[in-house]
């Protein structure tokens, strides 16, 4: 089975740094895709950005990259320029592709923005 | 556009009652529907998917139910209560199809008492 590890269950960022999240999962599969989520204080789950495992360049929204590096089955976010409104959790999802019809999500980071 | 509704957004409900909670989809033909669960402090549990009409798929025994009576509505439900079920219940909806990215609904609290 589909496991997502996300080691650290808080962070924290001085506005307008950088900071990175990491994640880590295991699948035997050679296709599949990942993705991150945001999810603020109202509650509601927000796409971030996704990557195609087949796709060796790193995905990129704005702020928002990541680093993918499928050997090491891990699948970091990196968010430059931090602001207030990114404090969240954050958490991040795997799906295998294969018409599983299932996201298997991590446990979540929280990030505090520092003003 | 693609947008997804979720109500009642809190619900309080004493052990042993009913619960219906609903999900409608709109601007989108044929979606796949999810129903999760987060308990607080935690990540997203699948309770239900469905990938048509009246095609329900559980992921985890328990006391709920799920239905699709029509294409973009998709409802959760107890007979029920128990105070193991409080928490915080998200729908999601992504394209027709192998699974891509899914698009969550705002959510609705449920307290069991």
């Known amino acids: 089975a589909q496991t997502v590890t996300q080691s650290q269950p808080e962070m924290s960022v001085q506005e307008a740094e950088t900071v990175t999240l990491s994640c880590t999962y295991d699948t035997s599969e050679s296709d599949y895709y990942l993705f991150w989520y945001k999810q603020p204080p109202s509650r509601q789950m927000i796409l971030v950005i996704r990557?195609?495992?087949?796709?060796?360049q790193n995905a990129t929204e704005n702020r928002f990259s990541v680093n993918f590096q499928k050997a090491a089955k891990s699948f970091s976010l990196k968010i430059s320029d931090s602001q207030l409104g990114d404090a969240a959790m954050y958490f991040c999802a795997y799906d295998s592709g294969a018409g599983s019809y299932q996201l298997t999500f991590g446990k979540g980071t929280k990030l505090s923005v520092i003003p | 556009s693609q947008t997804i509704h979720q109500w009642p957004a809190t619900l309080v409900q004493p052990v042993g009652s009913p619960l219906s909670l609903e999900c409608t989809v709109e601007g989108t033909s044929n979606p796949n529907l999810y129903w999760y669960r987060q308990a607080a402090g935690r990540g997203l549990q699948l309770l239900f998917y469905s990938v048509g009409i009246g095609q329900i798929s559980s992921e985890v025994p328990q006391n709920l139910s799920a239905s699709r009576p029509q294409d973009r509505q998709f409802i959760l439900s107890s007979k029920k209560l128990l105070l193991s079920d409080s928490g915080f219940y998200l729908c999601?909806?992504?394209?027709?199809?192998?699974?891509?990215?899914?698009?969550f609904g705002p959510g609705t609290r449920l307290t069991v008492t």
């Open positions: 990557q195609e495992a087949y796709k060796q």
């Open positions: 999601a909806w992504s394209p027709p199809g192998s699974l891509y990215e899914q698009y």
